[in-house]
């Protein structure tokens, strides 16, 4: 079975390069370059391990998005343990994230997402270890995760776009966020042109990464997929892969060659700051023109219906993958300047064309020159150096290597900053087939972690995951810092301080007041008891539970579920939530403890009377 699978997936891999009509050139020069004289000149040991053995801790946060869950995964890496799980744009009981007002408040009544691409907050080209932020494909949003306690502390609604999918944030400080519309929509979309495709717009929007407010956004030609930024500010991109600005398939695949889309922050700040760009009801934040010719936006062209866009540590390149080209483009971001100021063509600023393999997705990076690009048709994974590929050198390919099957991103320890230090290399596989134990007809994904510190790639562990990471980050663990114990005065209870305030109360007073049909019960959990054994209300009453876990040992969570009534969620040592519900039936209702937090658990208890 094994066997025969194998066999049928190296025929699949010849049968779709013969199919899609790529050069056997490419594959002649990788086998007959100095591929292997390059792994030996290079192995000069350092060992590569995935193991972590038991009561050791790994050397980076892995940080993952989720796909379809809208949540994202923290990982440890190179074990790949699972640490913790961050919802986002769905609910999760496990922590304060569960049903409580604050969530809901910051959901605003959503419940599904999906994410695509995290990136966390910089300074000066590295990360500064305080957010993360997360696009929601699904319903246009933007998420912060705040990086100290690992929870999402707000959501920004993209105005007038649909599909945000690309995400990057400013490398330089912690300033913007940037992303990408995807699917071009009438603006604004309220009925108006529905039959007209070519009145559509596909929007860039610039989001402020402290207040989380909209500062504009740019309408372009055709559509917008990844998104970068460069180290010094200057400018944001996108790949675009239907200038063809089509509605069908076949229209976004007939242009042998759509954009790289650059903007020039700088240009679009000054025409903002001088009240250039429209606005329509939904949003305060300008919209400024960059379609056609106009100093806001540069459309390079490069071949054909492009994916990914990265940059290269040492900032002077953007990666910018074929997906139906076999090729990536190395783009100049030092002839960006000369391309908006008229110097040269945009097509200028592409240095080289390598030809990679089939169906480039993602480009990661080792800091050492070299690139490793997803091949998402071939399965497979091409290292490759951008020196050598600029100066036309034939031996530009390094390795190939399979992966177990059809890759989609994949990022190296620390690629995405200045400091990528060429350890590992994380291949997200779409596709697991037969690397798993079976469960039915909707597979794990895998997570392939790859050794590159001995200068060539060594597959070292799989990894399967739920579906369906698209994006993660390898980032060094000595950069975030976490507190071990909320503090009683954060931000995230600033809605409960003053509920509790203005009852002239302080967090786990262990008091009901009453006022009208309104009841509030301050309580407080102490392992293995709640500060309220008993709560009175009448049918028809408003209720609000304030719950602060006020044990201060390390590790020491409760929860807080109230039976029948769709209400769960935890409280970690010092923090406080509440919730409002109206109480719609008569009867006993036990509230109870969900986090095994003492012997005398399952005895942390009370009861709920709706009289
Ligand atoms: Cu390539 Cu959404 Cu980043 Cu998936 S996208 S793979
Ligand atoms: Cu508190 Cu279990
Ligand atoms: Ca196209």
């Not at 989380?212 to 400018?235: E, P």
């Not at 106009?294 to 040492?314: F, T």
């Not at 993602?362 to 600029?390: E, P, Q």
């Not at 114990?485 to 007073?509: M, P, S, T």
């Amino acid at each position: 079975m094994n066997k025969n699978n194998l066999v049928m997936s190296k025929d699949r891999r010849s049968f779709l390069r013969k199919t899609l009509g790529v050069s056997v050139a490419a594959a002649a020069v990788y086998f007959a370059s100095g591929a292997m004289n390059v792994v030996k000149a290079a192995s000069k040991k350092k060992v590569v391990s995935h193991v972590v053995n038991p009561g050791e801790l790994d050397k980076y946060y892995g940080f993952w998005s989720s796909g379809q869950s809208g949540e994202v995964r923290v990982l440890a890496v190179p074990s790949m343990r699972e640490l913790k799980l961050i919802p986002c744009f769905n609910y999760d009981c496990t922590n304060g994230w569960g049903i409580t007002n604050y969530s809901k408040q910051i959901l605003k009544g959503y419940t599904v997402g999906d994410t695509h691409h995290l990136h966390l907050s910089y300074n000066n080209g590295t990360y500064d270890g305080k957010f993360g932020f997360i696009n929601d494909k699904s319903t246009g949003r933007v998420a912060r995760v705040r990086l100290d306690v690992m929870e999402t502390d707000a959501i920004t609604k993209v105005p007038y776009a649909q599909g945000t999918h690309g995400l990057f944030t400013s490398r330089h400080k912690l300033d913007a966020v940037f992303c990408n519309s995807e699917f071009a929509i009438p603006l604004p979309n309220d009925g108006r042109d529905i039959e007209n495709p070519d009145k559509y717009v596909a929007l860039h929007t610039c989001i402020d990464a402290k207040t989380m407010k909209v500062r504009w956004q740019v309408m372009i030609d055709g559509n917008l997929d990844l998104c970068a930024t460069d180290y010094q500010g200057k400018y944001s991109m996108g790949t675009c892969y239907n200038s063809e600005e089509g509605v069908l398939l076949e229209d976004m695949m007939s242009a042998d060659r759509d954009h790289l889309t650059v903007f020039n922050l700088e240009k679009i700040e000054e025409a903002v700051n001088q009240g250039k760009g429209i606005k329509f009801k939904e949003s305060d934040a300008p919209i400024i023109d960059g379609r056609g010719k106009n100093p806001y936006v540069l459309y390079i062209p490069v071949p054909k219906n492009p994916h990914g866009v990265n940059i290269s540590p040492d900032g002077k390149y953007a990666i910018c993958s074929g997906k139906l080209s076999p090729t990536a483009s190395v783009i100049s971001i030092e002839k960006i300047a000369d391309a908006f100021a008229g110097k040269i063509a945009p097509k200028d600023c592409i240095l080289a064309e390598p030809e990679l393999g089939l169906g480039p997705l993602h480009t990661a990076f080792d800091g050492r020159g070299n690139c490793y690009t997803t091949l998402f048709l071939d399965s497979m994974v091409c290292m490759w150096n951008i020196d050598k590929a600029i100066k036309g050198d034939k031996d530009y390919l390094i390795q190939k290597l399979d992966v177990h099957y059809q890759p989609g991103h994949i990022n190296a320890s620390m690629s995405e900053t200045k400091d990528a230090d060429g350890n590992y290399v994380v291949s997200l596989n779409k596709f697991s087939k037969d690397r798993f134990l079976p469960v039915g007809p909707s597979y794990p994904d895998n997570d392939q972690l790859i050794g590159i510190s001995e200068g060539r790639m060594k597959l070292l562990h799989d990894g399967p995951v739920a579906p369906e990471p698209h994006d993660a980050l390898i980032v060094n663990r000595s950069l975030i810092k976490t507190v071990k114990i909320w503090n009683i005065n954060d931000r995230k209870f600033a809605y409960e301080r003053k509920l509790v305030q203005d009852l002239g109360l302080e967090f786990g007073a262990n008091k009901i007041v009453r006022k009208d049909d309104k009841v509030f019960a301050i309580m407080s959990s102490i392992a293995p008891n709640y500060g309220l054994k008993v709560i009175d209300v009448n049918l028809g009453d408003e209720v609000t539970i304030v719950q602060t876990n006020l044990d201060k040992v390390e590790d020491l969570t409760h929860g807080f579920c109230l039976s029948e009534h769709n209400l769960n969620f935890g409280v970690s040592p010092g923090e406080t939530a509440s919730v409002t519900f109206r109480a719609t039936r008569r009867g006993v209702f036990w509230y109870y403890c969900t986090w095994f937090c003492h012997a005398l658990h399952l005895e942390m208890r009370g009861r709920l009377l709706v009289h």
